[in-house]
């Protein structure tokens, strides 16, 4: 592993609930070097989701620093947030959110959309993506004609078009059958191991953990070390 | 896949829904177009008035006559250029229920004072140099299918000849176009002398004057003078510009003008709720997935433009479809009518408000939608809050 693609140092997250304030965590430090593949478990309301929307750039934190390849993003305002995703981040829901309406390439495409490239060279880029997820065969279809797994394919291919640097897995196999499962994170440790992309991956499951380098435990605002493999 | 192409697919994902609002649009801007066009035909007599044109008329009723010897002393008012006069034949060919303008004129100044009628001078000729010669517009002339040279025989609902007959027989000399669509061809002209001298009442009198001044700058002054060189007579006259004399026409049958903008008002203020609750809908039901476009990286400006080109494509689909309706049928209506109400003619000018139309009743109904979007806490709608 070389240098730290994220650094976190001293972040803190309240939320209104209501009238009340209520602390997710706080004093959080944490290094993410680049191509680490990191599971983050922990209970319910631990704040692991959290922690990735303040990772991806769709949430600020209440105090802190958060770093990406260097530079400050918790102060980047809306719209730069928005470009910093676009060219940074790819998200991978545990539903999917694929559009209904557009077809596999299409909703690959998508990000794309955000970028100076042009019809070609998109279509280029889209049938790449689809052919390492291994749907090319399953381009036109739309979400409606696609399994669990091969949907959450087009999500990671729709993830990895743009060419992040950070792929964002927020509970990626909830939905999904354990075979399927299986063959959804084998191939996020490909693109960690072959691609060289930085995976942050929150779970609830134990065996799904097993496939990232290291496990991080967040409870009670703070990250404990486990080694899931042993 | 283009920036349209997702405003499109997001526009259509739910037919019926939106083919139904299309439908209500469609009918708004066709509403719209053939009234714009009926209020058009109406005033296209006001809108083609000369500004140095003035008119004569009976002061008590324009119905009512005047000497013909006030033609000659009117052209001896200071600031005048020109000056003819016309009668109402009130006459009809075969059935009286196709209505069109029969006028006894005095042609050579009658034709001068109008430039816009356009007669080719060979017609002109023949029909200055004829007594019983008429010059018919060239929506009669195509309402009944005339060609030059034809005997032309035309009732009066109104005079009767010396011999008791109410026909009076004309020779179509030639056939008037208009300098422009706009201009109202549903008439004929004769010659004032032969109707004269055969009808069996009305003596030397006309219906009404027509002035041309020197410059509109005159018109005041004119008018004024006109009316009080005829004043304490048997026959005092009302002299007023034509675009006021066109207007007061119309608006004999009521304001035609408030009617119909308040049949379009309504229709489009329906159609704004439609379209709107519409587009609510459908902000709505994609809170989840305009949080996961913003999450790619979509900013809010563009969530923003998604919305309101969504509301855009809705009114230009529906508003160009209801045009197209509208433009069709104004075929019909002139057909209909024969020019009754004047050329039933959809213009650029309603192109160009539909326009105007469309692009407002976009921005307008997809403007709270897109705010609405645009304001989208992805964290919220994301966890489902």
């Known amino acids: ?230 | 896949m283009t920036f349209l192409d997702l405003v499109r697919k997001n526009l259509f994902r739910k037919k019926l829904r939106t083919i139904l609002t299309v439908v209500a649009i469609v009918i708004a801007f066709a509403i719209f177009g053939v009234l714009a066009t009926f209020q058009n035909a109406l005033n296209a007599g006001v809108d083609t008035a000369g500004a140095d044109r003035l008119m004569v008329t009976n002061k008590i009723n324009f119905t009512l006559q005047m000497p013909v010897a006030y033609v000659q002393r009117t052209r001896s008012v200071e600031g005048v250029k020109l000056v003819s006069h016309a009668d109402w034949f009130g006459g009809y060919f075969r059935d009286p229920r196709i209505f069109f303008a029969a006028i006894a004129v005095d042609p050579p100044t009658y034709l001068d004072i109008y430039p816009e009628y356009q007669l080719p001078p060979k017609h002109r000729q023949a029909f200055l140099s004829n007594r019983t010669a008429l010059v018919a517009g060239k929506a009669v002339a195509d309402q009944f299918g005339w060609k030059v040279g034809d005997r032309i025989p035309l009732k009066s609902n109104i005079f009767q000849q010396m011999d008791g007959s109410d026909s009076w027989d004309f020779t179509l000399a030639g056939i008037i176009k208009g300098e422009s669509a706009r201009i109202d061809t549903n008439f004929v002209l004769f010659h004032y002398d032969y109707f004269k001298g055969t009808r069996s009442f009305g003596g030397d009198t006309i219906g009404w004057m027509i002035i041309q001044t020197r410059s509109a700058k005159d018109n005041a002054r004119v008018m004024k003078e006109v009316d009080s060189l005829f004043a304490n007579s048997p026959f005092e006259t009302e002299t007023q510009t034509e675009q006021a004399f066109a207007k007061a026409f119309i608006e004999q049958a009521g304001d035609l003008g408030f009617i119909i903008t308040a049949v379009v008002g309504s229709a489009f203020a329906t159609i704004l709720l439609i379209a709107g609750n519409t587009m609510m809908l459908t902000v709505r039901e994609r809170t989840n997935e305009i949080a996961v476009m913003k999450t790619l990286g979509f900013a809010s400006e563009r969530i923003f433009a998604l919305v309101i080109g969504e509301s855009l494509l809705l009114a230009v689909i529906g508003g160009a479809l209801g045009v197209f309706i509208a433009w069709l049928s104004s075929f019909a209506l002139q057909n209909a009518t024969g020019g009754t109400f004047g050329p039933m003619t959809f213009t650029p000018g309603i192109a160009i408000w539909s326009v105007v139309l469309m692009g407002l009743l976009g921005l307008l109904t997809g403007w709270l939608p897109a705010v609405r979007a645009m304001r989208i806490n992805v964290v919220a709608a994301l966890g489902g809050k």
Request: hydrophobic fraction near 40%; proline fraction near 4%; glycine fraction near 8%.
């Open chain 1, 1 to 230: 592993m070389t240098d730290a693609l994220i650094v976190i140092k001293d972040a803190g997250k309240r939320y209104m609930r209501g009238k009340q304030s209520v602390q997710i965590f706080d004093h959080l430090d944490m290094t993410i070097p680049r191509q680490d593949f990191v599971a983050i478990m922990g209970p319910s309301g631990s704040g692991k989701t959290t922690l990735l929307n303040l990772l991806g750039g769709i949430d600020r934190p209440s105090g802190g620093v958060i770093e990406f390849d260097g530079k400050r993003m918790d102060d980047l305002n809306e719209s730069k947030l928005a470009a910093f995703r676009a060219g940074n981040v790819g998200f991978i829901f545990q539903f999917y959110n694929l559009m209904p309406m557009l077809t596999a390439t299409q909703n690959v495409e998508l990000p794309l959309l955000l970028t100076k490239l042009g019809p070609k060279a998109r279509r280029e880029r889209v049938n790449t993506a689809l052919e390492i997820v291994g749907l090319s065969d399953r381009a036109r279809h739309k979400p409606s004609e696609l399994s669990g797994g091969q949907q959450q394919r087009v999500a990671i291919a729709r993830a990895i078009v743009s060419d992040p640097k950070l792929l964002l897995c927020d509970e990626p196999t909830g939905d999904l059958d354990r075979e399927t499962a299986g063959e959804i994170l084998s191939m996020l440790q490909t693109l960690n191991r072959d691609f060289g992309k930085t995976i942050v991956m929150v779970t609830h499951d134990p065996e799904a953990a097993r496939y990232a380098k290291r496990v991080l435990h967040l409870d009670k605002g703070h990250f404990s070390e486990k080694d899931l493999r042993q």
